[in-house]
């Protein structure tokens, strides 16, 4: 196994068991980090994670297969997991249905993109009215990301 191969995998095992200073640690200094949520780069990776990932709350990761293959000096990794947990803004149960491609070179992770529906996130987080009848619109999106923002300062 290569040092590529080898903190994705770190990465996923961190993931499965909700280790966020794990996951941070993964990253390298100018990495990127994408999904409906969050923009990030560099260290506000690592944040988010540890933000995400404390001890002590309801939150529950599952991890399926991983898949990993090489592209020249890159190793790339497909994956997916769900995310169960209670939602803080608003005490709803969250069951996230997610797809991972994750780019590691150097031993580093250097580029890192969850999926999800948006929409059946904010239907199950926010309600069926904010976000059942209005969770597709730009506004909602907003509104959460927003939200995300300030929780990372």
């Known amino acids: 196994m290569d040092a590529d191969e080898a903190v994705i995998r770190r990465f996923w095992d961190a993931l499965s068991q909700g280790d966020g200073a794990t996951m941070a640690d993964c990253y390298a200094p100018d990495a990127s980090f994408e999904d409906a949520v969050f923009t990030l780069r560099g260290h506000d990776i690592g944040k988010m994670w540890r933000t995400l990932m404390p001890g002590g709350t309801d939150l529950k990761v599952v991890t399926s297969a991983l898949a990993l293959e090489r592209d020249g000096d890159t190793c790339i990794a ?5 995310a169960h ?13 997610i797809t991972t491609t994750i780019r590691a070179r150097d ?6 993109s969850d999926d999800f529906a948006f929409w059946r996130w904010a239907r199950q987080a926010l309600g069926p ?3 059942g009848l209005l969770g597709w619109t730009p506004l909602v999106r ?12």
């Open 107 to 112: 031993g580093a992770i250097v580029e890192h």
């Open 78 to 82: 497909h994956g997916q997991w769900e």
């Open 142 to 153: 907003q509104r959460v990301r927003a939200q995300a923002r300030r929780m990372l300062r």
């Open 85 to 97: 947990y209670t939602f803080r803004a608003t005490g709803r149960h969250v069951r996230n249905h």
């Open 129 to 131: 009215v904010t976000g």
